[in-house]
Structures are given as structure tokens and as C-alpha cells.
């Protein structure tokens, strides 16, 4: 199987998305898509950012690897009556059935980031927008001390080395990679844009239990702790993520976590 496909479906990555639905809403409500558009969100997930914007009445594709998450999207898409909104499975990297010119905009908000080769996801972008039509990303930071930056960097260090040829999903939130990427896929720099934003995590539990959903249903962690355990550092890893949930806990309660991470929003003008 595609390791990717395996990192993805390993886990249930609703049980997180589903505390990230208030700023899915916000950020879809900025994007200015409007009726009769037509929208691609490459690795959406269950539909943080595209069942928002499917109630604009815009007709929005989303395509994930993970087979249950597009399972799951099709699920909520049904449950909220919206028959503009499709989930179908496939590669960020390799959309070989979508044509050229097929979106006046495409999008991606933490999923691409992770596919491999990401100049061909660069490329695949935009080859499959419209000219005049725009580009989104949403991507985690390196380095940058709040959460999912600091959590993805804890994971990596319980985790063996990489393979031969790998490049960090993270390098998609330095802005220089951005642009050599978009670049070479035929993108003036002036035609890339940036910006730091917020992104809010609500959880109606502590951050204790918060930090084990991510141990149990995110499988960049799933397979720190896999890693972990073998060495008999699972309880070290433990200890770490609880340490950072509680500390970025801002909601004044240790029954409710509250979470706001960093993130570089990507605009590109295609």
C-alpha cells in the first residue's frame, strides 16, 4: 500500500477534525467563493473547509487518499443536504482524471502539504485551475513554538529516520520553498502571497484526553508511539505531549482545551 495511504488511514482523523470545525467556518466565510464556482480541496478530510463552503453554493470536489475520511465526507455531506459537495479518493500529487482548467479555485488546507513530491503537487495545482483563478494553502510552520508545529517535531524525534529522498511536509510552510515550488510549476513570485494565521483547536474535554486522541487517532503520532514502544518510551512520549497540550491550553479550564496554532496562509494568483 501507499505509505501515505497507510499514515492516513491508520488512524480516524475526524476525531480531530472535529475540533477544528469553528475555524473551518471562519476561514471558508474569507475565501471569497461564491455560488456556481467550482472548487477543489485537495486532501480535505471530512469537510472542515468544504462543506462551509458548499453552503455558499458553490459546487466544491474533494479529494483525500485516506479511503474512511473520504467515506466519512461523503457521510456528512449527505447528512447536511448538500449534493455540491462530492469526497472521492486520490493522490494530491497524481489527479489524473481532473482535466486542465477545471476550477476557478483550488485549495488545500494541511493536506497536500503531506502528499510526497511536492513540486508535483504544485504542479497538479495548478494545472488543474483556471487562469485568473487563485490557489489556497494552508500550512504548518517549522519551528514555530505553537502547537501542531511543536507536536509534529516531538513525533519525528521518537520516529527512525526518514528514507533516503524524503522531504518534510513541513518545508511547505517556508515560503521560499512555496515559491520555488509554484515557480518551476509556471508561477511569477509576484503572484505569491503570504500571511501568518490563526488556528483554533476546541475540544469540549481537557487537554489531557486531548493530547490521547492525537495518541489514538492521529497517525503521525499513532506511529511515534508504535516507535516509542519498542524502545520503552512511551511513557516519555506521554509525558511530553501532555506537557505541551496543557501548557497551550488557553481556555481556563482543565475541562475544555482551547488550542490556537500558527499557520502560513499561501495565495497564489494563477
Not at 482548467?101 to 504542479?123: E, H, N, Q, Y
Given at each position: 500500500?501507499?505509505?501515505?495511504?497507510?499514515?492516513?488511514?491508520k488512524?480516524?482523523?475526524?476525531?480531530?477534525?472535529?475540533?477544528?470545525r469553528?475555524?473551518?467556518?471562519?476561514?471558508?466565510?474569507?475565501?471569497?467563493?461564491?455560488?456556481?464556482m467550482q472548487?477543489l480541496?485537495l486532501?480535505?478530510?471530512?469537510?472542515?473547509?468544504?462543506?462551509p463552503?458548499a453552503k455558499?453554493?458553490a459546487?466544491?470536489?474533494?479529494?483525500?487518499?485516506a479511503?474512511?475520511?473520504?467515506?466519512?465526507?461523503?457521510?456528512?455531506a449527505?447528512?447536511?443536504?448538500?449534493?455540491?459537495?462530492v469526497?472521492r479518493?486520490?493522490d494530491?500529487?497524481?489527479?489524473?482524471?481532473?482535466?486542465?482548467?477545471?476550477?476557478?479555485?483550488?485549495?488545500?488546507i494541511?493536506?497536500?502539504?503531506?502528499?510526497?513530491?511536492?513540486?508535483?503537487?504544485?504542479?497538479e495545482?495548478v494545472r488543474v485551475?483556471?487562469?485568473?483563478?487563485?490557489?489556497?494553502?494552508?500550512?504548518?510552520?517549522?519551528?514555530?513554538?505553537?502547537?501542531?508545529?511543536?507536536?509534529?517535531?516531538?513525533?519525528?524525534?521518537?520516529?527512525?529516520?526518514?528514507?533516503?529522498?524524503?522531504?518534510?511536509?513541513m518545508?511547505?510552510?517556508?515560503?521560499s520553498?512555496?515559491?520555488e515550488?509554484?515557480?518551476?510549476?509556471?508561477?511569477?513570485k509576484?503572484n505569491?502571497?503570504?500571511?501568518?494565521?490563526?488556528?483554533?483547536f476546541?475540544?469540549?474535554?481537557g487537554?489531557?484526553?486531548?493530547a490521547?486522541?492525537?495518541?489514538?487517532?492521529?497517525?503521525?503520532?499513532?506511529?511515534?508511539f508504535?516507535?516509542?514502544?519498542?524502545n520503552?518510551?512511551?511513557?516519555e512520549?506521554q509525558?511530553?505531549?501532555?506537557?505541551?497540550f496543557?501548557?497551550?491550553?488557553?481556555?481556563?479550564?482543565?475541562n475544555?482545551?482551547?488550542?490556537?496554532?500558527?499557520?502560513?496562509?499561501?495565495?497564489?494568483?494563477?
Amino acid at each position: 500500500m501507499n505509505p501515505n495511504k497507510a499514515l492516513w488511514e491508520k488512524g480516524d482523523f475526524t476525531r480531530i477534525a472535529a475540533t477544528m470545525r469553528k475555524s473551518g467556518e471562519a476561514l471558508a466565510s474569507r475565501l471569497e467563493i461564491v455560488k456556481g464556482m467550482q472548487v477543489l480541496e485537495l486532501g480535505g478530510g471530512d469537510g472542515t473547509t468544504a462543506i462551509p463552503l458548499a453552503k455558499t453554493g458553490a459546487d466544491v470536489t474533494v479529494i483525500d487518499i485516506a479511503e474512511n475520511l473520504v467515506k466519512a465526507g461523503n457521510t456528512r455531506a449527505n447528512d447536511e443536504g448538500l449534493p455540491n459537495c462530492v469526497f472521492r479518493e486520490g493522490d494530491a500529487s497524481h489527479l489524473s482524471d481532473i482535466p486542465d482548467a477545471s476550477f476557478d479555485a483550488t485549495l488545500s488546507i494541511f493536506g497536500a502539504m503531506f502528499a510526497p513530491r511536492p513540486f508535483d503537487v504544485a504542479k497538479e495545482m495548478v494545472r488543474v485551475t483556471k487562469p485568473g483563478g487563485k490557489i489556497l494553502m494552508g500550512n504548518w510552520i517549522p519551528g514555530d513554538p505553537t502547537l501542531v508545529a511543536q507536536l509534529l517535531k516531538i513525533s519525528a524525534a521518537y520516529t527512525p529516520p526518514p528514507p533516503e529522498g524524503f522531504i518534510s511536509p513541513m518545508t511547505w510552510g517556508i515560503a521560499s520553498h512555496v515559491i520555488e515550488r509554484f515557480e518551476q510549476a509556471g508561477v511569477p513570485k509576484e503572484n505569491i502571497t503570504f500571511s501568518r494565521e490563526p488556528w483554533t483547536f476546541d475540544a469540549p474535554y481537557g487537554p489531557v484526553e486531548f493530547a490521547a486522541v492525537f495518541r489514538h487517532f492521529y497517525g503521525p503520532t499513532m506511529t511515534a508511539f508504535e516507535a516509542a514502544e519498542k524502545n520503552n518510551r512511551s511513557a516519555e512520549l506521554q509525558q511530553e505531549l501532555e506537557k505541551l497540550f496543557t501548557a497551550e491550553n488557553k481556555s481556563g479550564t482543565p475541562n475544555y482545551t482551547a488550542i490556537t496554532a500558527t499557520y502560513l496562509l499561501v495565495t497564489v494568483k494563477r
